[in-house]
């Protein structure tokens, strides 16, 4: 019986994080350069929340904020589920189910993000030839 994929071979590697203070606009250029869509943000240097694209257009654009004043720390969801890279790829699709989240940063022990799993990463291992797969394993339009 083959073993169960862990977080450490399917998770990007070296996600994007930004301090707590940064501002939004810090975000989306951060976004946009690496062709991302979520960031973790940082307290400290640990992980303390998740922004996402939508959350900047709809915690700050939508709501008249200003980008280059708002904090991260002000829009990002800040109920942060992590997992270990030895967890299990299982594990990481239980979560997402349960939790109706999209993203999930993973970290060391001692608290330091070293990846990031999406849904995206997931469909492209379990079923590469499903419609979320390709799309995921498609070049980002930027």
């Known amino acids: 019986?083959?073993?169960p994929q862990i977080l450490d071979e399917v998770m990007t590697r070296n996600p994007r994080t930004l301090?707590?203070?940064?501002?939004?606009?810090?975000?989306?250029?951060e976004m946009k350069r690496a062709a991302v869509g979520a960031i973790v943000v940082e307290a400290d240097g640990k992980p303390c929340g998740i922004v996402t694209d939508r959350d900047i257009v709809l915690r700050c654009v939508a709501a008249g904020g200003n980008c280059d004043e708002m904090a991260l720390g002000s829009i990002c969801t800040q109920e942060l589920t992590t997992l270990s890279p030895r967890d299990s790829v299982d594990?990481?699709?239980?979560?997402?189910?349960?939790?109706?989240i999209r993203r999930i940063p993973v970290v060391e022990d001692g608290g330091r993000v070293v990846g990031i799993v999406s849904l995206?990463?997931?469909?492209?291992?379990?079923?590469?030839?499903?419609a979320l797969g390709a799309i995921s394993s498609a070049a980002p339009n930027s």
């Not at 594990?91 to 109706?100: D, E």
């Not at 995206?120 to 499903?130: I, M, N, Y």
């Open 91 to 100: 594990q990481a699709v239980q979560m997402m189910r349960s939790k109706a």
């Open 1 to 3: 019986m083959p073993q």
């Open 19 to 29: 301090p707590y203070s940064s501002t939004v606009r810090q975000a989306a250029r």
């Open 120 to 130: 995206g990463d997931l469909a492209q291992t379990r079923d590469p030839e499903s």
